[in-house]
């Protein structure tokens, strides 16, 4: 018995070697943990801001306004563009090369000033072949002249010796004869001299054209022509004038409302582009026209003081008023007003998102007193600026986004 218990503690061992193969599953398991995390943080993190970036969000747009006092006076309001009464593009009225322009784009000319000048060696040159044409008419004047004199004076002293009997009648009559073309061909050389003068003044004429002059006092509101252009009667204008001191706006009235206007009524005017600057005006006419697609009818309104800063197709509001403004009343600043409904909080800021070429730009606002269905806007963004309307939570700045019913 002693023999079988030393063998058996002799068939024990400690394995010292490398073992059989460990389970798979622990490593397998930490593995689908770490996939399953990053899962969760590129849905949670990754997708809005990777919708922001690929797939426009829709947004709704509305507008920061400007309020003017006399709009609670309006019997009417509407909008429109400034419009210049007096406008002329202003041509050649002979075929040449500008040979160079005398005026920019913008600025301010006076009638009969020198817009541009033509380039005319050719009718300079053909200008002084008609006046050499004169002097060689009048010289045919003098020559045809002196003939028409040496024949009177011999018809008169063949006559004179026909009645003493000295000459013969047929003699006398012959020469007298010779006189009526001789006062023909002196008829004719003057007519030549005519003819040749009128030529000159012809080239005068067609190189006085070559110096082309503003028919009014103006703004060159277009950009002109240029040296070296060809113009010409079919061609191109070479500066178009427009007279500022005719602008007026122009804007379109229901029909339905336009019993309440007539001419001379007091209006109010509002540049788009000087929001808080209000101007005086005054209805100066309305179209013999309606525009039946819009059932509207254009109404003219003319500005009452000199219209500083206005320029052609800017847009402006007009308010139609009941009666004239007193001093106090036109002193009264107007309003920038932000709609209420285009205002959030971020992290305890009032904001509003502007839209600017297609992204969001968040911007901080003061807010002042609520008027109407908004609050007056103490500091922000300008008058005129597109707002997001119902911002969400969702929207970020410098996000893209695009106005609802927009094309991607």
């Known amino acids: 018995m002693a023999d079988q218990l030393s063998a058996d503690l002799a068939a024990l061992k400690i394995q010292r070697g490398p073992g059989g193969p460990a389970s798979p599953w622990p490593k397998r398991l930490l593995w689908l943990g770490l996939l399953g995390a990053a899962g969760w943080a590129a849905w949670t993190f990754g997708k ?20 003017s006092p006399a709009e609670s006076q309006a019997k009417v309001t509407s909008s429109g563009y400034v419009v210049p009464q007096r406008v002329t593009k202003v041509g050649a009225k002979t075929v040449g090369r500008i040979k160079s322009m005398k005026v920019i784009e913008g600025q301010e000319v006076e009638a009969g000033q020198v817009l541009a000048e033509l380039e005319g060696a050719d009718l300079r040159a053909q200008l002084n072949s008609a006046k050499a044409r004169v002097l060689t008419a009048r010289a045919q004047v003098q020559t045809a002249k002196a003939e028409l004199a040496d024949a009177l004076q011999k018809a008169k002293r063949e006559r ?9 009648a047929a003699a006398a009559e012959d020469l007298e004869f010779r006189v009526s073309p001789a006062q023909k061909q002196v008829a004719a050389a003057e007519a030549g001299v005519r003819a040749a003068e009128a030529e000159v003044e012809n080239f005068e004429v067609q190189i006085g054209y070559l110096t082309v002059t503003a028919p009014m006092t103006g703004t060159v509101v277009a950009k002109p022509a240029q040296e070296g252009e060809l113009v010409g009667v079919m061609a191109s204008s070479l500066v178009e004038l ?12 229901p029909e339905g409302r336009l019993h309440l206007l007539k001419v001379g009524d007091p209006a109010e005017i509002v540049l788009d582009a000087f929001p808080t600057e209000r101007h005086r005006g005054r209805v100066a006419g309305v179209s013999p026209r309606v525009n039946r697609a819009k059932a509207t009818v254009t109404v003219k309104v003319a500005f009452i003081d000199p219209s500083k800063g206005a320029l052609p197709d800017m847009a402006a509001r007009v308010s139609f008023l009941e009666a004239e403004l007193d001093d106090e009343a036109r002193k009264e600043p107007a309003r920038v007003i932000v709609p209420a409904n285009a205002i959030t909080e971020r992290d305890g800021n009032k904001v509003v998102f502007v839209v600017e070429d297609g992204a969001l ?34 929207l970020q700045d410098g996000q893209k986004v695009k106005q609802k019913g927009e094309a991607t």
């Open 160 to 168: 004179k010796l026909a009645s003493q009997g000295i000459g013969t």
């Open 242 to 253: 427009a007279d500022f001191t005719s602008l007026m706006v122009e804007t379109d009235v």
């Open 361 to 394: 730009r968040m911007n901080t606002v003061e807010l002042g007193d609520e008027f109407g269905n908004g609050f007056e806007l103490v500091s922000g963004p300008p008058a005129g600026a597109q707002v997001v309307r119902d911002p969400g939570s969702e």
């Open 48 to 67: 809005p801001a990777l919708e922001s970036r690929v797939f426009k969000a829709e947004v709704e747009l509305t507008q920061i306004v400007v309020v």
